[in-house]
C-alpha cells in the first residue's frame, strides 16, 4: 500500500525559520487530508486539515497547501520551535473515514 | 481537556490467545476508530465504527478482528486468536464528525506483544 508518500525520513530546521513537509498521493479518489505531530511514545495529534474543494488551510503558524494536480501536500511551520521536533504524518482519504497514513517525516528544529 | 485513554498500555500475550484492547473515546464524539502501527512500519487504519455499527474496515480487519462498544462509554478490539504478525501499537481514536471537518483524537496506544 503505497497510496500516501512522505519521501524525506528527516528534516532538521534551524529555529525560526521555516519548516516545509511534503506529501504526495497516488488515488484521485481522495479528498479529505490531515496532519499529525507524534511524539515518542504518544499517539498522533492532529494539527491541521484540509479538503478537496480547498488549495490552502492556515491555522496559526501552520498552513497545508493542496495540489490536486500535481497530487501533492505540503505543510509549512513558521517560524519553526525547538518543541515541533517530531514525526509529522499525512494521512489522506476518500470518505472521511478510513485515513491513509504516510510513512512520516522525522523534523528536527535545532535551537 | 478531554482525551482518549487506553487501556492497558501494555499487553503481553501467548500466540493463539484472546486479547482485548480497551478505549475510553471522549464523550460527545460520535466516531471511533482503530488503528495499528508495527514497529518501524506506517499507521494503518483497521476499523471504524458510528452508530452501533462498523462503518468502514480494511483488509487488516479480518475474522480475527471485531468491536464494540458495550456500555456507551467504552470501545473494545478483541483479536480472536492472536498471531506473532499481531504484534504492534493499536491506536484508539474518535471524532465528533466524519467527513472534511474529522479532527481525530487519538489515544496513546497499547503496545501488544505476541509470544
Known amino acids: 500500500d503505497q497510496q500516501v508518500k512522505q519521501n524525506s525520513p528527516s528534516l532538521s530546521v534551524q529555529e525560526g525559520r521555516i519548516s516545509i513537509l511534503n506529501c504526495d498521493y497516488t488515488?484521485?479518489?481522495?479528498?479529505?487530508f490531515l496532519w499529525y505531530k507524534k511524539y515518542p511514545a504518544e499517539g498522533p495529534t492532529f494539527l491541521i486539515s484540509i479538503s478537496s474543494i480547498k488549495d490552502k488551510n492556515e491555522d496559526g503558524r501552520f498552513t497545508v497547501f493542496l495540489n490536486k494536480s500535481a497530487k501533492h501536500l505540503s505543510l509549512h511551520i513558521v517560524p519553526s520551535q525547538p518543541g515541533d521536533s517530531a514525526v509529522y504524518f499525512c494521512?489522506?482519504?476518500?470518505?472521511?473515514?478510513?485515513?491513509?497514513f504516510g510513512t512520516g517525516t522525522s523534523l528536527t528544529v535545532i535551537p | 481537556e478531554p482525551e482518549v485513554t487506553q487501556t492497558p498500555s501494555h499487553q503481553v500475550t501467548q500466540m493463539g490467545q484472546e486479547v482485548i484492547l480497551r478505549c475510553v473515546p471522549i464523550?460527545?464524539?460520535?466516531?471511533f476508530y482503530w488503528y495499528r502501527q508495527i514497529l518501524g512500519q506506517k499507521v494503518e487504519f483497521l476499523v471504524s465504527?458510528?452508530?452501533?455499527?462498523?462503518?468502514?474496515k480494511s483488509e487488516i480487519f479480518d475474522d480475527q478482528f471485531s468491536v464494540e462498544r458495550p456500555d456507551g462509554s467504552n470501545f473494545t478490539l478483541k483479536i480472536r486468536s492472536t498471531k506473532l504478525e499481531d504484534s504492534a501499537m493499536y491506536f484508539c481514536?474518535?471524532?465528533?464528525?466524519?467527513?472534511?471537518?474529522?479532527?481525530?483524537?487519538f489515544g496513546p496506544g497499547t503496545r501488544l506483544t505476541v509470544l
Open positions: 464523550s460527545n464524539h460520535l466516531y
Open positions: 481514536a474518535s471524532s465528533e464528525t466524519s467527513g472534511e471537518y474529522n479532527e481525530q483524537f
Open positions: 494521512a489522506a482519504s476518500i470518505t472521511g473515514n478510513q485515513f491513509y
Open positions: 465504527f458510528y452508530n452501533n455499527e462498523i462503518s468502514e
Open positions: 488515488n484521485s479518489m481522495f479528498d479529505y
